[in-house]
């Protein structure tokens, strides 16, 4: 069996592609494209064979069970894509969802969930990952973000937060494996049209609150019309992921979809007016030295 193994190894010249909730959605159109341009794949899921009904027994496909908030199945799934094709090239943290209620209505028990598969089992399947990218010197960690992690949208906070969380500690990442050889990017993908809405990825909280009917209520009537409605192509983002994989400078961060691009602009806007008009104040706070 090892024979086999390292032939296989040996004789693949593309990238190795290991790809956290590939059953559906981004996940699975990543290893999907991954695959058909000749790349090898370790797709991960709760339940594997989902992978394989849909990509097929394909002997560059390895399809692993992997609950992200089980730190034990992490580095297993990552041994035991070293074992299968020698090295892994590219980590893309997809694995996650979303919590739609206002920060108020959202309970203990429904953020501490949220927080844990967005933020501690992206934070476990990287740190299972790191050693082999270390040792190999080269790699690329592609962590999945949302325009709601640059900006924040009234009944998004919670699922935001995990998302502003992931932006920071993909700088950091990105900083502090530089010199190693390593790139970490933080992509931010506005609404595309995969079933991120429906109930199989979408939690609405178990309590909502008639005051927040003008914000957060509007938000839950406009996400219920937009399901299926979203403009984002996921086949298109799967193919700019296959670019980022290719770069040699690859960005920190990367927005997807004209949405992000126009939401970003925004807030880079606002948050400029904002430090304008508060400049007076914000520096005004500096120790002052006795000799001033």
């Known amino acids: 069996m090892s024979n086999i193994t390292n032939t296989a190894a040996s004789a693949n010249t593309g990238k190795v592609w290991f790809i956290t909730g590939a059953s559906r959605g981004f996940g699975l159109e990543i290893a999907r494209a991954a695959l058909a341009r000749g790349d090898s794949v370790v797709a991960t899921a709760r339940r594997p064979q989902a992978i394989i009904d849909v990509l097929g027994d394909h002997e560059r496909l390895l399809a692993v069970a992997l609950d992200v908030n089980s730190d034990e199945q992490a580095i297993a799934a990552a041994d035991a894509a070293v074992a299968r094709f020698g090295r892994i090239d590219v980590l893309v943290n997809n694995a996650g969802y979303g919590l739609l209620g206002a920060v108020e209505e959202a309970s203990r028990e429904e ?66 494996l530089a010199p190693l050889g390593v790139h970490a990017t933080v992509v931010e993908p506005g609404f595309f049209r995969t079933d991120f809405l429906d109930a199989s990825s979408l939690v609405r909280v178990g309590s909502e609150i008639a005051e927040y009917a003008e914000t957060v209520g509007a938000m839950r009537g406009h996400m219920a019309s937009a399901n299926h409605q979203q403009p984002g192509d996921p086949t298109k983002l799967a193919a700019a992921l296959l670019t980022l994989a290719d770069s040699k400078t690859p960005p920190v961060r990367l927005p997807l979809g004209s949405d992000t691009v126009a939401r970003i602009t925004a807030k880079n806007r606002s948050v400029a007016e904002e430090l304008e008009a508060w400049h007076a104040v914000a520096v005004s706070t500096d120790l002052v030295s006795a000799s001033n």
């Open 111 to 176: 953020v501490q969930n949220q927080f844990a598969t967005n933020v501690f089992g992206l934070l476990g399947v990287t740190r299972a990952v790191l050693p082999h990218m270390r040792r190999q010197r080269s790699g690329h960690i592609m962590n999945m973000s949302s325009v709601g992690g640059y900006a924040a949208y009234p009944g998004w906070g919670v699922y935001g937060a995990t998302k502003f969380a992931v932006e920071g500690l993909t700088e950091a990442l990105a900083a502090e």
